[in-house]
């Protein structure tokens, strides 16, 4: 059975304003499978956004080929785009909708009645906790409930694809075990899910599979697990935590993310 | 692409759009309908009082009624240019609901059709409404309200047009208002709302039958009042329905994809 997203040597590049290009993402490929979830593991800047831009079909490709269940998503955007919930990085909710209206007037993008757009909007508001914020702005909500409505709003369709952009950024630890459980039940419902993420921790803990992106390329991709093992061998790591304090454990995703790009997944806030 | 698909996308931005406005009904009419009445009081009312009648090329007629007219196209231009340049602006830059739908089975070129022809629908309902109130008073006739939709529509349009460009090509909201202070506004001023543009030097005439609202108010005029037909009218609202709207949409895709 064919993979529900396949991305096959995708390239994108454009022009800055002094007339020379950047190469946001550079011949990347990969297949999510039915059930499968990936995570794009990388820091900001490292192509994750535009990545997925181009696998929405927004942004068009420089080459490489985008396959929603077969279909490619530049060719015939509106059919290809029928087995897609995406969640961007940003605030994309329609702030002139309450919660609930908001979720169904979402789901008629996708040709779904409005009866069944309801019936399935509660079902979602239930399933992620913000049932009794269904008749209130959107501006009066949290960022968090932003968020959780936000990814909500993806799955009216009860798509086969799922591509989440950061979706725990700004979520209390709470929130985003909450939201990884959503996306264990979705797999098990059969979606291919490709989540971006500098959480490192979320990559472990939700991926089957992680692709570690710098600069637009993959410098690796596999279980989170194999990447350490076949990067960092089963060493382990010390950390000097003060003078004279040094903490070992073992290797994790970050570790192998340095040793392949020189490069961490969160720059060192500034003191 | 078939054009049904492509239609039916257009259609869902549109109900999109009436969606917000028909729960918003009461706020929408107030700012639509508060404007224009307040140039009609102001100017049709009070000014047309003191001045009575005046001669133009369709024979004598009250100022009142002149007015009238020209605050019908007043009413295009103003309710397409904001709706779409303001409104466009936060629906493109705050709210990025054109970028939420069109990762969606709707492209962003159904999305920004729907955009467009909602602006223009939301004109022409607010223009055939102030062309009733016409009636009503008996400046018009009745059939003005009907009759003046085949030229209102394609004019708030071309307006709606204008203004999507302006918000494309706009980095804050705040820019907006050069081309609304130095276009929009001399425009309301001096193409023919207040005041025959005959009555403007020759060289100024030239200019305000080069902008999109004298043509506009030429054709309401025949239609509302039965001056006579200016047929290069037509050809100037096409020329600019067809360039603008190429052109906001053209900017406003340069805008939001990379």
């Given at each position: 059975m064919?993979?529900?997203l396949r991305v096959v040597h995708l390239t994108k590049r454009y022009w800055l304003q002094d007339r020379r290009f950047l190469e946001a993402v550079s011949d990347v490929s990969f297949d999510v499978g039915p059930g499968e979830c990936l995570g794009l593991l990388g820091p900001n800047g490292a192509g994750k956004s535009t990545a997925i831009a181009c696998i929405s079909g927004f942004y068009p490709v420089t080459s490489g080929e985008i396959l929603i269940e077969g279909i490619d998503v530049h060719a015939d955007p509106k059919h290809a785009r029928q087995g897609l919930g995406l969640c961007a990085q940003e605030d994309t909710l329609d702030s002139?909708?309450?919660?609930?209206?908001?979720?169904?007037?979402?789901?008629?993008?996708?040709?779904?009645?409005v009866a069944e757009g309801a019936r399935r909007a509660r079902r979602l508001l239930e399933r992620f906790g913000i049932a009794d914020r269904a008749n209130d702005l959107v501006e009066s909500l949290s960022g968090g409930t932003k968020r959780r409505l936000q990814v909500a709003r993806a799955l009216i369709s009860e798509p086969r694809v799922l591509v989440l952009d950061e979706p725990t950024t700004g979520l209390d630890p709470g929130m985003r075990r909450a939201l990884w459980d959503i996306l264990?039940?979705?797999?098990?419902?059969g979606a291919a899910i490709l989540l971006s993420t500098h959480y490192m921790e979320e990559a472990e803990r939700v991926c089957d599979r992680v692709a570690l992106l710098d600069k637009g390329v993959v410098r690796d991709i596999g279980p989170p697990g194999r990447l350490v093992e076949r990067h960092m061998g089963?060493?382990?790591?010390?950390?000097?935590?003060?003078?004279?304090?040094?903490?070992?454990?073992p290797p994790n995703l970050e570790d192998v993310y340095l040793k392949l790009t020189g490069a961490r997944l969160h720059e060192p806030e500034a003191a | 692409m078939k054009l049904g698909d492509s239609l039916w996308g257009v259609r869902c931005v549109w109900l999109r759009y009436f969606d917000v406005f028909r729960k918003g009904i009461f706020y929408y009419l107030i700012t639509t309908f508060a404007e224009p009445f307040l140039y009609l009081l102001a100017f049709?009312?009070?000014v047309g009082s003191l001045i009575g009648s005046l001669q133009t090329n369709g024979g004598a007629v009250s100022y009142r009624s002149f007015v009238f007219s020209g605050i019908l196209g007043q009413t295009v231009l103003f309710q397409g240019f904001y709706e779409a340049s303001y409104g466009g602006f936060v629906r493109m830059y705050y709210q990025r609901i054109f970028q939420a739908v069109a990762v969606t089975p709707i492209t962003?070129?159904?999305?920004?059709?729907?955009?467009?022809?909602?602006?223009?629908s939301k004109a022409t309902l607010a223009t055939a409404i102030i062309a009733l109130i016409g009636v009503a008073t008996g400046d018009f006739p009745t059939y003005a309200p009907l009759a003046v939709i085949p030229v209102v529509f394609p004019a708030s349009l071309l307006f709606a047009g204008l203004g999507l460009a302006v918000a494309a090509r706009s980095r804050t909201i705040e820019e907006i208002s050069y081309p609304q202070y130095l276009l929009v506004f001399p425009m309301f001023l001096f193409c023919g709302v207040f005041f025959p543009v005959e009555q403007l030097p020759a060289p100024l005439q030239w200019v305000a039958w080069a902008l999109p609202l004298t043509?506009?108010?030429?054709?309401?005029?025949?239609?509302t009042l039965g001056f006579a037909f200016q047929a290069w009218s037509i050809p100037i609202v096409a020329a600019w329905l067809g360039l603008l709207v190429a052109y906001s949409r053209r900017a406003m895709f340069r805008r939001l994809v990379k």
């Amino acid at each position: 059975m064919d993979a529900p997203l396949r991305v096959v040597h995708l390239t994108k590049r454009y022009w800055l304003q002094d007339r020379r290009f950047l190469e946001a993402v550079s011949d990347v490929s990969f297949d999510v499978g039915p059930g499968e979830c990936l995570g794009l593991l990388g820091p900001n800047g490292a192509g994750k956004s535009t990545a997925i831009a181009c696998i929405s079909g927004f942004y068009p490709v420089t080459s490489g080929e985008i396959l929603i269940e077969g279909i490619d998503v530049h060719a015939d955007p509106k059919h290809a785009r029928q087995g897609l919930g995406l969640c961007a990085q940003e605030d994309t909710l329609d702030s002139d909708f309450r919660v609930l209206d908001q979720l169904v007037r979402h789901a008629t993008y996708f040709r779904i009645p409005v009866a069944e757009g309801a019936r399935r909007a509660r079902r979602l508001l239930e399933r992620f906790g913000i049932a009794d914020r269904a008749n209130d702005l959107v501006e009066s909500l949290s960022g968090g409930t932003k968020r959780r409505l936000q990814v909500a709003r993806a799955l009216i369709s009860e798509p086969r694809v799922l591509v989440l952009d950061e979706p725990t950024t700004g979520l209390d630890p709470g929130m985003r075990r909450a939201l990884w459980d959503i996306l264990t039940a979705e797999r098990e419902r059969g979606a291919a899910i490709l989540l971006s993420t500098h959480y490192m921790e979320e990559a472990e803990r939700v991926c089957d599979r992680v692709a570690l992106l710098d600069k637009g390329v993959v410098r690796d991709i596999g279980p989170p697990g194999r990447l350490v093992e076949r990067h960092m061998g089963q060493a382990e790591i010390s950390e000097e935590l003060r003078p004279d304090v040094v903490w070992r454990r073992p290797p994790n995703l970050e570790d192998v993310y340095l040793k392949l790009t020189g490069a961490r997944l969160h720059e060192p806030e500034a003191a | 692409m078939k054009l049904g698909d492509s239609l039916w996308g257009v259609r869902c931005v549109w109900l999109r759009y009436f969606d917000v406005f028909r729960k918003g009904i009461f706020y929408y009419l107030i700012t639509t309908f508060a404007e224009p009445f307040l140039y009609l009081l102001a100017f049709g009312f009070g000014v047309g009082s003191l001045i009575g009648s005046l001669q133009t090329n369709g024979g004598a007629v009250s100022y009142r009624s002149f007015v009238f007219s020209g605050i019908l196209g007043q009413t295009v231009l103003f309710q397409g240019f904001y709706e779409a340049s303001y409104g466009g602006f936060v629906r493109m830059y705050y709210q990025r609901i054109f970028q939420a739908v069109a990762v969606t089975p709707i492209t962003l070129s159904e999305v920004l059709w729907g955009e467009l022809v909602w602006d223009a629908s939301k004109a022409t309902l607010a223009t055939a409404i102030i062309a009733l109130i016409g009636v009503a008073t008996g400046d018009f006739p009745t059939y003005a309200p009907l009759a003046v939709i085949p030229v209102v529509f394609p004019a708030s349009l071309l307006f709606a047009g204008l203004g999507l460009a302006v918000a494309a090509r706009s980095r804050t909201i705040e820019e907006i208002s050069y081309p609304q202070y130095l276009l929009v506004f001399p425009m309301f001023l001096f193409c023919g709302v207040f005041f025959p543009v005959e009555q403007l030097p020759a060289p100024l005439q030239w200019v305000a039958w080069a902008l999109p609202l004298t043509a506009v108010n030429s054709l309401m005029r025949t239609l509302t009042l039965g001056f006579a037909f200016q047929a290069w009218s037509i050809p100037i609202v096409a020329a600019w329905l067809g360039l603008l709207v190429a052109y906001s949409r053209r900017a406003m895709f340069r805008r939001l994809v990379k």
